[in-house]
């Protein structure tokens, strides 16, 4: 996109190039006027017409989120959150902008001259999935979302990639004998490629986390609530491999011994635990 600076000197280098080809006495300055106005209104449009960039960030946990839609309802433009949860799009004062992904509730704002003068950081949040057990043949919330994601981004996760031998796959179109390709395997398409299908594994693994140990089951068990709640996530969330060895009550039980042994500890506020209590006599 041009800037006002860029589009200035554009101007600048026209007017020298016209008085060199075609300036008379008579009616160049009149003409070159006319083309100083021109430039100047491009130049102020270009001012009006900039650049909204920020990070698209998770609420609660310390993550950027990947692949987040961003809309721009006013100039029905559109675009995505990157690897770094980085965004950037064409935004105007007064555009109304929406930000939205699969497993958030979508936010809006409608955009400021501040935010147009520095990065603009957004925070989604979690839509609230509470753990439940689900019956053969019916989803949990946690799967209807990653289906979701996968469709949302099934053109680039399905895209194979370039072997350093054999090219793409072993199909009979490589033909006989080893293709040597590291040109194809190493250029920066190849490469993002598989870095975005990595960050992508990753993400779904963390979010099969965040619904297995997920703050509304975890405040429902334990009471917590407020900053004494975050530490406990924090301190207490467990990795992939545990969630997904562990059934429903499983979880419930390590809920129960983690919050017992956070209580026990000193200096450990004790918000919730007479809301628990009161929940164990009935």
Same mark, same amino acid.
């Given at each position: ?7 200035? +000197? ?48 998770? +609420?609660?946990? +310390? ?26 799009? *064409? ?63 099934? +053109? ?30 190493? *250029? ?30 975890? *405040? ?63």
């Amino acid at each position: 996109m041009l800037t006002a600076p860029v589009l200035f +000197d554009i101007g600048a280098f026209m007017i020298r190039w016209y008085d060199r080809h075609f300036y008379c006495k008579q009616y160049g300055m009149k003409q070159k006027t006319l083309l100083a106005l021109v430039v100047a209104v491009c130049c102020l449009k270009a001012d009006a017409q900039t650049v909204l960039k920020g990070k698209v960030v998770d +609420d609660l946990y +310390d993550r950027v989120v990947i692949g987040a839609t961003i809309f721009n309802a006013t100039q029905n433009k559109s675009g995505r959150s990157d690897m770094g949860g980085n965004y950037r799009i *064409s935004a105007a004062e007064g555009d109304k902008i929406l930000f939205s992904s699969v497993g958030y509730i979508s936010d809006s704002i409608i955009v400021t001259h501040d935010m147009l003068s520095g990065a603009y950081d957004i925070a989604l949040t979690k839509k609230v999935v509470m753990m439940e057990e689900v019956e053969v043949g019916q989803l949990n919330p946690y799967q209807v979302d990653s289906i979701s994601r996968r469709e949302e981004f099934g +053109d680039v996760l399905e895209k194979r990639q370039t072997n350093l031998v054999g090219g793409r796959g072993n199909a009979p179109t490589d033909g006989v004998g080893i293709t040597f390709s590291p040109i194809s395997r190493y *250029s920066r398409e190849e490469k993002n490629l598989r870095r975005f299908k990595k960050n992508y594994e990753r993400q779904e693994k963390e979010y099969y986390i965040d619904y297995k140990f997920s703050y509304s089951q975890v *405040s429902k068990v334990t009471g917590l609530t407020g900053d004494s709640l975050r530490v406990f996530m924090l301190k207490y969330r467990p990795d992939y491999k545990f969630c997904r060895r562990n059934s429903h009550g499983d979880m419930l039980v390590y809920i129960n011994d983690s919050y017992r042994e956070f209580m026990n500890k000193p200096g450990v506020s004790k918000e919730g635990e007479g809301k628990k209590k009161k929940r164990e006599k009935k």
